[in-house]
C-alpha cells in the first residue's frame, strides 16, 4: 500500500483540504529561491554565549 506524503495527525480533513493545503506549501515553496540564504536585517546573533563573556563583573552591573 502506498504510504501518503501528506498525513492528519489529528481530526478529520476531506481530500480537498489536503489538496489545498498541498497547493499553498508548493506554493510557498516554489516563490523562495533555495540558492540565497534568508536573512532578516542581522548578519550576527543578538545573544552572546556565556563561554566567551569574561568570568567577572562589576557588582553594580545591570546584567
Do not use: N
Request: hydrophobic fraction near 40%; avoid cysteine; aromatic fraction near 4%.
Amino acid at each position: 500500500m502506498d504510504t501518503p506524503d501528506i498525513r492528519v495527525e489529528k481530526g478529520h480533513a476531506e481530500p480537498e483540504e489536503v489538496a489545498a493545503i498541498t497547493a499553498i506549501l508548493l506554493a510557498r515553496a516554489a516563490a523562495r529561491p533555495s540558492e540565497t540564504p534568508v536573512h532578516r536585517g542581522r548578519l550576527k546573533a543578538g545573544w552572546r554565549r556565556l563561554e566567551r563573556e569574561p568570568g567577572f563583573r562589576a557588582p553594580h552591573s545591570w546584567r
